[in-house]
């Protein structure tokens, strides 16, 4: 049953990840705020800015995300296309507090103020989006739920000896983006006084609320204990840790470790004697049945582990880190153990000892009926400052609901014209030729990378402009590509698509070559990042030389590429071998066509070909940062 909206003040969340499934912990966290939103009488529009989509992909993966299932929960969902790179590294000392926030996202904080004048108040999670806030229209309230804090984040990876994948800042920079919002809000007690210190806005101090879903009860042996993670560096290098750890001298009288989630993509050949990796579930409450014991082994992070809340909410007790359980307020040495060696030691005193197991669950019972009396009467202030302040007047009348909405709210409220007849809710078209079938879905709904029906998605497409209704629906259009040999004649022509493509297409190559090959034919015109020239300097046998133009983002370091040469009518796969920096530039045409890339430099690309490639051609470069064309005049070699 759809949520009752109707009459209801309306807030605005902003989010860098998708509301759904609720399969790491921001999710969670950005789950538990929205539901307190709701049950203080709020109707929430949910605006998607799919930063996670292009991270996951620039590392090989898709976000599980579900869009339909959002669209059932808020009373409007709107999705933010990622068109800019995301910088994941920064030759500075930390990232200016905007590089994560691009244009995009402001002109759609501006385009909703308009359409929805009613609402109230504004919400965007992490600082690092906190510029969109400029752009709020004046008398609407704004908040920043902070989820963790970035100043100094980086100084983390030191003892590990690596370097972060996400966002950092330094304190002049957090503390300027926490300026731009009327109210702050923090995880745990500590980072809300951090933020105190930096910022005269007002601090509140918002845990997330975990409702019990089943009571404590001592378990009757140890049999099983689990860790349930997204595969984020944090728990990476620390459930690395306890697993070695936890192989140390294990025998089949001890406890198996049992781990869940996404993060168990990452962590292949781990599983052995005393680990088993149960993989991505659907249901929280299949883990919890096979894990009579949690572990938080965290060595790293900020914020407030949601694994932990979770854990308790399921009558779970833990053992963990002080990292582990920091927001909690602690008071069992079992929750406040030193490192991992300190958590298997916990582990197997309470497993060899029926009384020790029950002084933890009653000492987890006890942590967590404390933290849920705090985090209840957190929600509880929040919500009497949204009801005393600007709030209210968001109200939505009669006239700017349903029929009454002006042409761009309603706009918004139907879904795009889709390629082909049927269900609009998965409108399909199938176009066939060159030995390939490619189908078009226009859905909101979640589906897997690979499908026997449809077969591998290579390309979703971005809708064309911004600041209008019919560019934030979240309906999608998906391409999936699949063999089909029976299909004549040539590859079809896409056009100039504007598409971000998929790791199956770049890195995996599940697809036969020939479909590979005529699969680059069908979107030899889509939209590139970046255009340049090049020359042949070398072929000999199965390789080719050729010089030209990068932009500086791939010249160094590892970039899975794949790269297509096509020439008068054939098309074949060259594979990449090596990029090599030269210090002579003989080549001068280059277009930055997104205006964000960095400087281009010439280098030299190496690959393997299957037959001698012809003069020239056009070679579309293909990598998870975007989309090259590199022009090769005829008679170049």
């Known amino acids: 049953m759809l949520p009752d909206h109707a009459d209801k003040p309306a807030i605005l969340v902003l989010t860098p990840m998708p509301a759904a499934p609720v399969s790491a912990g921001n999710r969670r966290r950005l789950a538990a705020t929205c539901e307190a939103l709701t049950r203080g009488g709020f109707a929430i529009d949910l605006a998607y800015y799919a930063h ?36 994941l590294k ?127 009860a001592v378990p009757e042996r140890v049999a099983r204990i689990g860790f349930l993670g997204h595969g984020n560096d944090p728990n990476l290098f620390s459930i690395g840790r306890f697993i070695r750890v936890w192989r140390e001298g294990w025998t089949p009288d ?20 005393g680990v088993r990796l149960l993989g991505y579930l659907d249901r929280l409450e299949d883990f919890y049945a096979q894990a009579d014991l949690v572990v938080a082994p965290m060595l790293m992070g900020s914020g407030l582990k949601m694994k932990v809340g979770e854990a308790l909410s399921f009558g779970r007790p833990v053992v963990g880190t002080e990292i582990g359980l920091e927001g909690f307020e602690p008071v069992e040495p079992a929750h406040r153990c030193r490192d991992a060696e300190a958590v298997k030691e916990a582990v197997l005193a309470v497993a060899s000892d029926a009384d020790a197991l029950a002084r933890l669950t009653r000492a987890s019972e006890a942590l967590f009926t404390r933290y849920a009396a705090t985090a209840l009467a957190a929600e509880a202030e929040l919500i009497e400052l949204l009801r005393a302040g600007r709030v209210e007047h968001g109200i939505p009348s009669p006239r700017t609901r349903g029929e009454g909405r002006n042409d761009k709210v309603a706009e918004a409220l139907s879904p795009p014209a889709g390629r082909g007849e049927g269900n609009p809710d998965a409108a399909s078209v199938v176009i066939k030729g060159g030995g390939l079938a490619l189908t078009c879905e226009t859905t909101a709904k979640s589906r897997p990378a690979a499908t026997p029906d449809l077969g591998v998605l290579v390309a979703t497409e971005r809708r064309p402009g911004h600041g209008t209704a019919a560019v934030y629906t979240p309906q999608r259009q998906r391409w999936f590509a699949r063999a089909e040999a029976s299909t004549v004649g040539d590859p079809p022509d896409l056009g100039a698509l504007d598409v971000a493509l998929s790791p199956e297409w ?26 340049t020239e090049g020359r042949i300097v070398g072929s000999a046998g199965d390789r080719i030389e050729i010089e030209t133009l990068l932009p500086g983002v791939l010249v160094n370091g590892t970039h899975p590429a794949a790269a297509f040469l096509i020439a ?44 001698a490639p012809p003069a020239g051609g056009c070679l579309l470069f293909l990598t998870d940062d975007g989309i090259g064309r590199i022009v090769l005049p005829e008679g170049t070699a």
Not at 149 to 165: I, K, L, S, V
Not at 506 to 531: G, K, N, S
């Open 568 to 611: 008068g009518e054939g098309t074949s796969e060259l594979r990449l071998e090596r990029v090599t920096p030269l210090h002579r530039r003989t080549i001068d045409a280059y277009a930055d066509l997104t205006g964000r890339l960095p400087a281009p430099l010439p280098v030299n690309l190496s690959f393997r070909a299957a037959s």
């Open 52 to 87: 996670e989509d292009q991270i996951y992909r620039r590392f090989g993966q898709h976000p599980p995300t579900d869009l339909a299932a959002m669209e059932r929960t808020f009373r409007n969902v709107f999705l933010i296309e990622a068109r800019t790179v995301i910088p």
């Open 90 to 216: 920064t030759r500075s000392t930390a990232f200016g507090i905007d590089e994560w926030c691009p244009d995009e996202v402001g002109d759609f904080v501006a385009w909703y103020g308009s359409a929805y004048p009613e609402t109230g108040a504004v919400l965007v999670n992490y600082v690092f989006l906190s510029r969109a806030l400029e752009r709020v229209p004046p008398g609407v309230l704004t908040l920043i739920d902070t989820h963790d804090r970035f100043a100094g984040r980086q100084n983390q990876y030191r003892p590990f000896r690596a370097e972060p994948n996400f966002f950092y800042t330094d304190a002049a920079g957090e503390a300027a983006g926490l300026a731009r919002a009327d109210v702050v809000l923090a995880i745990q007690a500590a980072e809300a006084g951090s933020f105190a210190s930096l910022t005269d806005s007002r601090v509140l101090l918002l845990p997330p609320h975990f409702p019990v879903q089943k009571p404590f």
């Open 506 to 531: 770049v890195r995996d190559r599940t697809l036969p070559p020939a479909t590979r090959a005529a699969l680059a034919r069908a979107f030899a015109r889509i939209q590139a990042d970046w255009e």
């Open 254 to 273: 001890r406890p198996e470790l049992v781990i869940a989630g996404e993060i168990c993509r990452s962590l292949p050949g781990v599983e052995g004697p």
